[in-house]
């Protein structure tokens, strides 16, 4: 069974703390994605990587960088978070010109 | 930004009734795909249907057909005899230069029975 793993559910970080958020793949893909999803926006891409090492700003990136040292790890950083960054995240990966993106569970983090 | 545009914020459908989800897109690339996402209460995402842009004709998935319109850039999502479990959230997302990927804001089906 494919699988897109996210390292928390639920998060709580305080105003100023520096966040990580990790995601998984082990389908050996090659592209993965970082998506924050607020009500009445959908999901607004953040970054994406498409080979190790390798990123891309998408639509909101402000606040935040990412990290792929590993082909099956993407992670998210939050170097300075603020109460504007609470949010669902949603980590995806897929393999170039494939049907289709595979999801983590979300890593829904709050920050107070 | 490529743009995907789904109008509809929320929308009631009579159980076994059918339904359209709209979507539209904004691209000037030649080659995309399009997709369309169920979003339950539990929060997966669970693909339902794929659209490629050089594909001839309307992809179909069991009850979930996609009427691709490649002039109007549209690529709504027909669910057919509606069922209380379709209510969710429905994405519509494309995948352009083969690896970006971008999503509407979604579109909130009540299924009433």
């Known amino acids: 069974d494919v699988k897109v793993t996210q390292s928390s559910r639920y998060l709580v970080k305080r105003t100023g703390e520096k966040v990580f958020l990790e995601c998984v793949q082990d389908?050996?893909?090659?592209?993965m994605f970082w998506y924050r999803q607020d009500p009445g926006l959908g999901l607004r891409l953040i970054y994406f990587?498409?080979?190790?090492?390798?990123?891309e700003k998408g639509d909101i990136p402000e606040g935040y960088s990412v990290s792929r040292e590993k082909k099956e790890r993407f992670s998210l950083i939050l170097e300075s978070a603020s109460t504007n960054q609470t949010s669902m995240y949603l980590c995806?990966?897929?393999?170039?010109?494939?049907?289709?993106?595979?999801f983590g569970q979300g890593t829904r983090l709050t920050v107070v | 930004a490529q743009k995907i545009t789904q109008t509809q914020p929320g929308m009631f459908v009579q159980e076994k009734e059918a339904v359209t989800l709209d979507c539209t897109y904004d691209?000037?690339?030649?080659?995309?795909?399009l997709f369309w996402y169920k979003q339950p209460s539990s929060g997966e995402m669970i693909f339902l249907i794929y659209?490629?842009?050089?594909?001839?004709q309307n992809a179909t998935e069991g009850r979930y057909s996609l009427n691709f319109q490649k002039a109007r850039k549209s690529a709504n999502l027909v669910i057919s005899a509606s069922q209380l479990g379709d209510s969710a959230m429905y994405f519509c997302?494309?995948?352009?230069?083969?690896?970006?990927?971008?999503f509407g804001s979604g579109t909130k089906l009540n299924v009433k029975p």
């Open positions: 691209t000037s690339d030649p080659s995309y795909g």
């Open positions: 659209q490629g842009s050089y594909d001839q």
């Open positions: 997302a494309a995948l352009y230069n083969f690896n970006k990927f971008y």
């Open positions: 389908m050996d893909h090659e592209n």
């Open positions: 995806a990966s897929t393999q170039t010109g494939n049907t289709e993106a595979f």
């Open positions: 990587s498409y080979d190790v090492k390798m990123k």
